[in-house]
């Protein structure tokens, strides 16, 4: 599904990453950890396309095709989903009404017509009832006012209605508490499929109680130093970081 090589990319003449290997395959959910500075935000931002990060060698490929020249609303189109894409506020523009036009958007790009209403409400109501929204979130303007939980809620919505092929979650630094974190894991458990590919950038091992990942990958100082399997984390938030990096010293 998604492949890197050799990702090198800098913002200024600071290079932040230095040379990343990543391979997802469809069906398999892939955690990135790693310390703050890491480069895990940087990694999933160039992924969907953000053109402020100046990619200087390496490749990212989505299902075989090149994404480099595609801007992030094309990616979007092909099935990349990052989160927090639209962390903005829209007064008056309710989640579902937002969630329609992203749909109909993506088929348009797609040589697809619109949805037909009646499909729209009839996939917006399973959606809905399988993550357990309920219709007043559903009317309220696009993360006005939005909790930390809402505005996982409203992700995980996104989500599940673009049904994207490859979804990265960054749960950034931000505190996420208990309830998020749970509106998190219910929903990827609930829409991974082995049609799909998930990334889930976390330093918190304990969304990993939730979501149990397939692949985890220390990122470390712009490169992936270590890959495992669900146990790394667990030794991660036993031993902390600082080993992983005596080993690169060593
Ligand atoms: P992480 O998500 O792992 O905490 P980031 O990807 O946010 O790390 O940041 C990696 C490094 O790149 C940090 O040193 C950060 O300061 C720097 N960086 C990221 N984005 C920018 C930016 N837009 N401008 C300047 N420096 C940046
Ligand atoms: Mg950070
Ligand atoms: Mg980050």
Redesign the pocket.
């Known amino acids: 599904m998604l492949s890197i090589k050799n990702l090198h990319a800098s913002?200024g003449d600071?290079e932040?990453l230095k040379g990343i290997n990543l391979e997802v395959k469809a069906g398999e959910i892939h955690a990135i950890m790693?310390?703050?500075?890491?480069?895990?935000?940087?990694?999933a931002s160039i992924i969907a396309g953000n053109e402020?990060y100046e990619v200087t060698e390496g490749e990212i490929s989505l299902e075989g095709e090149d994404l480099s020249d595609l801007a992030p609303e094309e990616r979007a189109h092909k099935g990349v989903f990052l989160s927090f894409q639209y962390p903005v506020e829209i007064p008056g523009v309710s989640v579902t009404n937002f969630i329609r036009t992203a749909i109909n958007e993506t088929r348009k790009a797609n040589g697809k017509e619109e949805m037909p209403a009646n499909e729209m409400l009839k996939v917006i109501r399973e959606k809905s009832e399988l993550l357990e929204i309920d219709r007043k979130f559903l009317s309220r303007s696009l993360n006005e006012g939005f909790s930390g939980g809402e505005k996982k809620r409203n992700e995980i919505f996104q989500m599940a209605m673009l049904e994207p092929k490859l979804a990265i979650l960054d749960e950034t630094?931000s505190g996420l508490d208990i309830d998020a974190l749970r509106i998190v894991a219910n929903g990827v458990n609930k829409l991974k499929s082995d049609k799909n590919a998930i990334v889930v950038i976390t330093h918190y091992q304990r969304l990993l109680d939730y979501i149990v990942p397939d692949f985890v990958h220390v990122?470390l100082n712009g490169k992936i130093v270590k890959s495992g399997d669900a146990s790394l984390a667990l030794e991660l938030e036993e031993r902390g970081y600082d080993w992983i990096k005596q080993e690169q010293e060593a």
């Open positions: 913002i600071k932040i790693g310390p703050n500075g890491a480069g895990k935000s940087t990694l402020t630094d990122l």
